[in-house]
C-alpha cells in the first residue's frame, strides 16, 4: 500500500485542510498531494475542496485504503476485486513469511470451506483471511477459530444482527421452529433432508503450518454474507442484510470484524467466556461425527483450546474436531 497517500487520507478525514500545509506536513510537494487527491477520486473517495481546503466527504466500501483509514488493528490490508480464495492467497503471503496482514477480497471464484467442501461467495459477502504468527504450541491454535468466531458474532450483533456460535466454526442465527431431528429420527432419515433450527451466516476456515510443537503461521478464513441479497445465498444460508432488514456498511463490518479478532487473539481466557456467551450449541443435544466415530449426548462446555465436551450415557467425552449436528435443546 502505499502509505503516502493512507497519510494524506488521514489528513483530509480529519480536514478541512489546505494543500499547502499537507504538503508541508506529510513532506511532499504540493504537485504530488494534488496528485495523491486525484488518485483518491478516480479510487472513489469524495474529496471535496473548499476555501478552508481539501475534506473528505466519502469512503468507498471497499479497497485497501478505504479499509486501511481509521482500522484500529496491527494488520495491513492487501485487498483484491478478484480471488479464487483468500485463504489460498493468505496461505502464500505466510509461505513467504508474512505476518499481521489480512487479505480481504470483493468476490472469490473457488472459496473453500473445510473437508474440500465449497464456500459459495454471493455479492456484497465478506471474505477475509488473516495471516498471524502466533507465539502458541500446536496445540493451542484452535483458539483462533474460535476467537474468529466470536469476532464474527461481536461484529453481527453491533449491526443489530443475534448471531450466535455453532461449534467449532459456524455463526449462526437460530430459528424459532423447535430443534431439527430428534435422536429417534437417527435410522433412515438422510441427513441432507435434515430441517434445520439455524441459518448459516458466516464460516470459518483455519489453516496452519508447525514448525516443531510451535505454530509456524495460522491462517484465518473468515466467509461471512454480510451485504448479500437473499436471491443470491445458497440454501440454508442467511445474511446481515437478510436479518438486519437494510443494506449493510461492508467496509465498517469488516474493519469491526478485523479490530474484535486482533483484539481477541491474545487473551485465550476471553476468547473462551465470549464464545460460551455466544454459544447456541451447549445445552443442546447434538450428534458430532468424528473420525473414531458419532458422539451422541448433551453439549456442556467448551475448554481450552476448542474441545466440545459432550454428555453421553457413557459420561464425557471430549471432541476436538468433527461435524456437530444440533438435535433439539435439552429440556
Ligand atoms: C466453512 O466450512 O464454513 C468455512 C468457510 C470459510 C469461508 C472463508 S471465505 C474467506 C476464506 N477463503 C476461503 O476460500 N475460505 C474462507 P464448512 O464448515 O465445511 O461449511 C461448508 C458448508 O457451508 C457447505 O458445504 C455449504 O453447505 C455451506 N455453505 C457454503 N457456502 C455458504 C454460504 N455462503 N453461506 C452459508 N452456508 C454456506
Redesign the pocket.
Known sequence: MNETRLQVLEALADGPVSGPALAESIGVSRNAIWKHVEVLREAGFGIESGPEGYALSGVPQSGALALSLGLEASFEVEHHETLD????RARDLAEEGASDVVVVADR?T??????D??????PG?V???LVCRPDLPLADAPLYTLAAAVATTRAAREVGVDARIKWP??VVIPRGRPGGRTESDDVGVPRENESRSYD??????TEMRGEADRVGWVVV???V?ADADAAD??E??TSLRVEAGERVDRRAFTQRLVESFDDLRGDPDAVLDAWREHALTLGQRVRVETPGGDVLGEAVDVERPGTLVVRTDEGDVRVNAG?CEHLRPVE
Not at 480464495?85 to 489460498?88: F, L, Y
Not at 473457488?110 to 473437508?115: A, D, E, F, I, N
Not at 448459516?200 to 476456515?205: N, V, Y
Open positions: 480464495s483468500t485463504n489460498r472469490q473457488g472459496g473453500r470451506g473445510r473437508l467442501r465449497t464456500w459459495e461467495s454471493p459477502g471474505y477475509v483471511s466454526n459456524d448459516k451466516l458466516a464460516g470459518i476456515l478464513g473468515i466467509g454474507n445465498l445458497p440454508g444460508a461435524d
